[in-house]
């Protein structure tokens, strides 16, 4: 069925920045009419949803999770990046199964979903990447699920796979699901970082991505001992190395890049690379500060994302904004990061990184319907002044009271219309219960 949302205070995160009170018309997942709509000459029975004045705004794009990661959520808390990953993450990784990553990927889903986001990239898993698929398509959102690639020295070995078996793993998906699900559905290459993949590899992955036409995404100068290693073994700064394997371009979503070099911002502009800003896990890693303002000034396109519930633990959109508005002030001063800004970044920013920004991340005639209502009733976000501030900086993520992707309500007031939400709460902790006798 088709639907009208009324009464609403749109946020376009157009070029424009328009901010319209109205109704917003959608008909087969595509927006139609924006601001004054008239029902009364139209032939169509809509589903008609009444915001009742609250804020009606673009889905939020994260740029960088890792859903397979969530039921390792509170495991591996104040650790230090390298030891978090060997000691930690990468044993239990190992000991996923299929079962184990669905329900992983599905309670990630349903976070992300809960609290506004509707659309995301997965730098996924090196197995069982289609219970992943599973979950995204049952779902009801949006999003770009990679394949993991891993086959440098020292990986365990439940992890490291040959590259050529990697490459046509993925080849196989992206013929059975990219762009499936009416679109909603794409496919990924996400060579997990430079240190973990044969340089080889690399090469090889970025040429096979850009063949596809599929998005390719990796971690890189996250951590000082990382960029250390990766100057000693090639000489190189983490970006540069990079560049040199081809992996940057304008299908290429690099997570973090804090330790940066001077030249390297000038490699990601000119390659039309983008960046996904993880503030969460940046601090609760130690791993530094990204030099945001500047990327931002320099021209390029910086986006958000969560990172994974290990390293967050949350998968909460609104924490990611809050933090990328708050941390960078004390050194670039208070103007810079402003909730519009940030917000953007969190939106229509995020959807050029993915190439889906003709499709999504702004409320606009012709583009898929992916919206968020958030309340605007509560006490921590009256009175209100500046809808960006707002919600930039008060809302919170359980204020999202309604989420509609591609033209369909897939939840509203705390209920998921597709899943049971206890169902899945009760079975992520059991599968996280098998999988720890599996270690
Ligand atoms: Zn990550």
Redesign the pocket.
């Known amino acids: 069925m088709d639907l009208i949302i009324t009464n609403a205070n749109i946020l376009t995160l157009d070029d424009e920045d328009r901010i319209l009170f109205g109704s917003v018309l959608v008909e087969d997942g595509i927006i139609k009419e924006i601001g004054r709509v008239r029902t009364d000459n139209k032939k169509k029975v809509y589903r008609v949803l009444d915001a009742e004045g609250a804020f009606l705004l673009p889905g939020f794009v994260q740029t960088?999770v890792?859903t397979g990661q969530t039921l390792f959520r509170g495991m591996a808390d104040d650790v230090e990046l390298l030891d978090w990953l060997n000691k930690y993450i990468w044993p239990l990784e190992a000991a996923h199964n299929e079962r184990s990553v669905y329900e992983s990927a599905r309670l990630s889903i349903l976070e992300m979903i809960a609290s506004g986001t509707t659309t995301f990239l997965d730098?996924g898993l090196v197995h069982n990447t289609e219970s992943i698929l599973r979950a995204l398509s049952e779902s009801g959102a949006r999003g770009v699920i990679c394949k993991m690639l891993m086959d440098g020295d020292g990986i365990p070995k439940g992890l490291a796979q040959d590259n050529s078996e990697s490459l046509s793993e993925i080849r196989f998906l992206k013929e059975k699901y990219h762009r499936g699900c009416n679109g909603r559905i794409m496919i990924g290459v996400g060579p997990r970082f430079a240190l973990s993949s044969r340089e080889r590899s690399l090469v090889e992955a970025a040429e096979f991505a850009r063949g596809e036409g599929l998005i390719i995404t990796t971690?890189s100068s996250e951590n000082i001992k990382e960029v250390l290693s990766i100057r000693d073994r090639f000489g190189l700064s983490n970006i540069a190395f990079l560049n040199k394997c081809g992996v940057l371009g304008e299908n290429s979503v690099i997570?973090h890049c804090i330790w940066l070099e001077p030249s390297d911002l000038e490699i990601l502009k000119d390659s039309g690379t983008s960046v996904a800003h993880?503030p969460s896990?940046n601090l609760k890693l130690a791993s530094g500060f990204a030099r945001v303002p500047e990327m931002l000034k320099y021209g390029i396109e910086v986006t958000l994302g969560a990172?994974?519930a290990p390293c967050n633990n949350n998968l909460n959109m609104f924490n990611e904004l809050r933090l990328a508005a708050l941390i960078h002030k004390p050194r670039t001063g208070p103007v810079n990061m402003n909730a519009k800004t940030v917000l953007r970044m969190a939106t229509i920013g995020g959807a050029r990184a993915l190439g889906l920004d003709s499709e999504i991340g702004s409320i606009e005639i012709g583009k898929r319907a992916d919206l968020i209502v958030v309340n605007n009733r509560g006490i921590h976000t009256n009175p209100v002044d500046n809808i960006y501030s707002t919600i930039v900086y008060s809302s919170m993520g359980s204020d999202v009271s309604c989420v509609v992707v591609d033209g369909n309500i897939i939840y509203q007031n705390g209920t998921h219309y597709l899943w049971d939400l206890d169902e899945i709460v009760r079975k992520s902790n059991e599968e996280k219960g098998r999988l720890l006798k599996r270690l």
């Open positions: 960088h890792h730098i971690h997570a993880c896990a990172d994974g």
